[in-house]
């Protein structure tokens, strides 16, 4: 214990986890605050964490025929007002440019919230006949909000992020591919972030400015509150309208196209933090962990070890993303160290390790310790992240299960909130004066109304009107 | 010639260079104009070079030991007028945030034109001991400068590119550090973009607004207009004093660290195009062509031929990116096509050479057509890539040395400009009135004083005083 106070001290997840997760981004050196309020560093290993999943997720995109592009960051103020509905989510909240070198502009231009409007202004010169569709175009950017409470990765002025942008010849390819790209979305989240996610339909209170339906994978942390992790939107043709986008088609008719849009930011960044982290820092998936296997010797100064530790590295490099902690620093505060940065495995060897052949592995998520014979390394560490990465997964959804509710009436849906917390599952009556009041009086949200629905109740948890739908409650980041 | 017209044509270069220009990136579909004046859309044929360009020098980086970062995208005012010189050179062309939300800021914020101030406000925080250094960051991003001309990929409102920030402990480290990553750029033109690079000095007027000394590589497009490829450069501890980043050396001794920075942006496309390009369009470096092949069908109509064609492309896949072009177009438009865009090999494909058990490469740079086997397909287009890479550049390699000129005199000087197109090499007495005089006469600025010196004459080519440094000079993008 000693030797773990000598890595900087965590606050502890019971005791204030706003504090813990503060504690973690920090000392785990992800993130940094900088003069510019809201805005923060992405530190070098909070950014390898990114670049994993950009590469990982980008691959995924490209299986389904999406192309990468770039638009501007600008979006004239005329532009961004063609969508009345769009506007009126976005204007409040963005960063305006009046000045250009030492002139005034003519027309304020706003640093774009997300490109719905600019893709259009694009899509409207680029879209003539039934052949140039689909178009299913995506951006790897950053987007600025001038939001009021900002926290590192989970709600920032400026934040990374990709945002999809299709064109279709018809109602049901866009409505095909919104749902297509939101199947994406959770299977990343579970086989890559090893995050589980509830897929379903969001409101129309809490639908994005401008869709006709808006799909999302909500997550649950492990304090309980819901993170949304990824959207997906149909905006039928209204965009295309207000565009004019249009195209003739194979009867020689014009057309409007129908549009979607979807996308992830840095926030995942968060839900890693806040799903798999624990007391001692942070706790990384294989699959997003910049360094997955680090190599600590014991006994360093005894004739031999840092070489043995240097060869066992060399061969790791082969199989996973490895590093030696050859400093000058104690075995305790290198395995503490090791620990708040996350590597999913330390390997640990000293001279007696040596004598017999073998090293110590030992996991990260569970702690978890396995003496391997040296002949075997390559293979072991290999299974033991793939190991690490399907439990964390399964550890994952049995604390999101544990912690999802089932609330038939007011009085259990108030308990529940006021003891507990996680998801709980209610009907819904549809309206969202219904939505109001519960969010007045909980600070809860609808989630989403999940893809598979359940009958709890035949009527709505708030109002006791017959019920419409089955909807994920919780309180959310 | 009938099939070459039905894709639209393009500009002939000895006619109107600009034009010629300005027809590839458009109709080689690299990029779209915008409603965001000076700021352009990148296509899918433009945005994929650009991510094998970031591929590939992302990877250098890393193995020279950069670590990549993302750093907020404005610049409070008072930050940006720290360092008086880099003020002075930025401020007359950034654009101002001046409003978040419905609120005027108390303090105006700049769009990034480059981080220089911002990474010195991180680093102050982040730098304590010599411990903490070096720090060797790069980030991957957009800038905005507020240019009136502006050309696709060479000048916009808006780029793409690569900052790397560095801080060291020494000036010698720091030196080293420039002029390493000076011959990364330098390696990456050559053996990547197969563009042969000049590495040099930028005099005292042309260097980078706050820097000691900025190194550039310098190419020579095919109009004999010279492009400023990369440029790498070392402030020494000017930042440091006006940032205040000092940290405590071995000798327990507060000291400031030397800084460097260094960036690559998206006009290496630009360059690309104009070196590489010719008549019939864009001509691609097979490593950063997204399609390096591309298997066109002769009579696809006739039983089995584009059954070959497919099966042949799926053979390809395994040894480069390959499409397929079954479109119902003739072969002869199939053929324009894939020259304009560029691809580096067509695959040619019908009864004939079925027969044969055979099919036709052509090249893209040479059009020269060789028949092979099917059996040595992949074999032989691997062959065929790796020879089009050299072969591109040794071709550009010779353009370039056939446009470098030597003048000794002004008189000849003159007669080079006023005749021909190129580099000329002559030298200079270091006064920057020679560089203002030769630019207000010839529209000719100095683009570097080469590493590689050579002894033209002993006085100033402008006024005859005595010479102290070989000068290549040029008309530049």
Redesign the interface.
């Known amino acids: 214990m000693a030797d773990k106070k000598m890595v900087e001290e965590i606050t502890s997840m019971d005791v204030d986890f706003a504090q813990w997760y503060t504690d973690v981004v920090k000392k785990a050196e992800l993130i940094?605050y900088?003069?510019?309020k809201g805005?923060?560093?992405?530190?070098?290993a909070g950014?390898?964490i990114?670049?994993l999943i950009q590469k990982q997720l980008d691959a995924r995109f490209k299986e389904t025929g999406v192309?990468?592009?770039?638009?501007?960051?600008?979006?004239?103020e005329s532009?961004l007002q063609k969508e009345k509905d769009h506007v009126e989510g976005f204007a409040?909240?963005?960063?305006?440019?009046?000045?250009?070198?030492?002139q005034p502009l003519q027309e304020r231009?706003c640093?774009r919230p997300t490109s719905e409007t600019?893709f259009c202004?694009?899509y409207k010169?680029?879209i003539h006949s039934y052949r140039d569709l689909p178009k299913v175009?995506n951006q790897w950017?950053?987007v600025?909000r001038?939001e009021k409470e900002t926290r590192p990765f989970l709600r920032s002025?400026?934040f990374?992020w990709q945002e999809g942008h299709t064109a279709h010849a018809t109602a049901e390819e866009a409505e095909q591919r919104t749902i297509q790209m939101l199947d994406v979305y959770a299977d990343f989240c579970e086989e890559v972030l090893a995050i589980p996610v509830i897929k379903g339909q969001k409101t129309e209170k809490e639908k994005f400015a401008g869709a006709v339906a808006t799909y999302t994978i909500e997550a649950l942390m492990h304090d309980g509150k819901a993170l949304q992790s990824g959207t997906s939107h149909n905006f039928g043709d209204g965009f295309a309208k207000a565009f004019g986008i249009q195209f003739a088609d194979k009867d020689n008719t014009l057309k409007y196209v129908h549009q979607t849009s979807w996308g992830m930011t840095t926030r995942l960044i968060g839900a890693i933090i806040m799903v798999h982290g624990d007391n001692e820092g942070l706790v990384l998936p294989p699959k997003v962990a910049p360094i997955q296997v680090c190599v600590i010797p014991i006994q360093q100064k005894k004739e031999g070890v840092l070489e043995k530790a240097r060869e066992l590295t060399e061969r790791l490099k082969k199989v996973c993303r490895v590093k030696l902690d050859d400093t000058d620093k104690s075995p305790g505060w290198k395995f503490a160290d090791a620990e708040m940065r996350g590597y999913p495995i330390r390997v640990e060897i000293g001279p007696k390790d040596m004598e017999a052949g073998r090293c110590v592995l030992c996991r990260r998520d569970t702690r978890e310790k396995t003496e391997v014979s040296l002949e075997e390394l390559e293979s072991r560490v290999e299974e033991l992240l793939d190991a690490i990465q399907r439990e964390m997964l399964e550890r994952a959804r049995k604390h999101r299960d544990l912690h999802t509710y089932t609330a038939s009436s007011m009085d259990e849906f108030v308990k529940i909130f006021h003891e507990r917390s996680g998801f709980v599952k209610a009907m819904w009556c549809g309206e969202q004066s219904c939505e109001d009041e519960i969010k007045e009086k909980l600070s809860v949200t609808s989630r989403c109304m999940p893809f598979e629905q359940e009958h709890i109740a035949d009527t709505c948890v708030c109002c006791g009107k017959p019920a419409k739908k089955m909807v994920y409650w919780g309180k959310a980041y």
Request: aromatic letters at 16%; hydrophobic letters at 45%.
């Open positions: 940094d900088t003069s510019v805005c923060m560093v992405i530190k070098p950014y390898a990114w670049e192309e990468n592009v770039y638009l501007p960051m600008f979006i004239p532009l409040p909240e963005v960063a305006w440019v009046t000045h250009g070198g030492l231009l640093v600019l202004d694009f010169n680029d175009y950017c950053s600025v001038w002025r400026e990374l």
